[in-house]
């Protein structure tokens, strides 16, 4: 690939040298705070004008603040994102690619100190303008793309739902009063806020661990993509101990799965299978 089609050249490769020479003297087995110290230590070195640990904005509705923490923006043009673990995941690179969206910034560099041979992953931003073949990582289209899901406050009480931590597959749901769930009581604990998603999905309730492990469980709770109106938690209190449940406190959780939408054919005859018409425990106990 040409260099001239590398975006922010020059300063791409005095960076790169920077990461180079901080592997070089630290090792592999540093954690992440002292490679940080160390790379800021080698930027106000070189001059260069960075910002540490900001705090960007969220980048969709709903989301944790403070979730979105950059570890370095340099020259206000690129990010730089550096792990100690023992290997890159895919939930580094969305995390990035995050990143860049919330700044508009052009280009990642994701660096994992803990490899043996240092590997600069160059992350484009998937809306940017710039041509997709300008060196971007080739382990980066593996990330899915986030979902973007529109949500509509309906109670300003309402604790909108939020992801505890990045990679996370549920969102919390919260609670919109205070309310005593009797043993073996159902009760409908609205939310304040209504989704919009594309066609495809669907948004379904789960237990919390937390509350699961103390009696509490969901009943049913799947949300189309068509629904528009406010979410809801059905719980049933199947301990013996009334359960005590505070405004804004965890609930549930909420998953958006894709799903197949189907078109039924009826037919005369199914083909054969193994399982045949075997109902439960048609298998056996082991």
Known sequence: MAEKEL?????????????FSVHNELGRYANEKQVCDYIEEK????????????????????????RNR??????????????????????????????????????????????????????????????????????????????KIKIKRLNPNAKLPQYAHPGDVGMDLFSLEDYTLQPNERHIFFTG??????????????????????????NGGVFDAGYRGEYNVQLTNLSETPFEIKQGQKIAQLIIFPVAIGELIEVDELSDSERGEGRMGSTGKF
């Open 70 to 147: 950059v570890d370095f923006i340099i020259q206000d043009l690129i990010i730089l994102e550096i792990k100690t673990k023992n290997r890159i995941e895919r939930c580094d690179y969305g995390q990035t690619i995050r990143y860049l969206e919330s700044t508009d910034k052009k280009l990642g560099l994701l660096v994992n100190f803990k490899d043996n041979y240092l590997k600069i992953r160059r992350i484009l931003n998937p809306h940017s303008n710039e041509v997709i073949n300008s060196h971007i990582s080739k382990f980066a289209p593996l990330v899915n793309p986030c979902l």
């Open 193 to 218: 806020f209504a989704l919009e998603f594309p066609t495809g999905y669907a948004a379904i309730v789960k237990d919390k661990s937390s509350t699961a492990v103390a009696g509490l469980h969901t």
């Open 7 to 19: 975006i922010y050249k020059d300063l791409s490769y005095q960076i790169n040298g920077i990461l």
């Open 43 to 66: 930027l106000k070195q070189n001059q260069l004008v960075y910002e540490r640990e900001k705090n960007l904005k969220p980048s969709f509705p709903g989301e944790q603040l403070g």
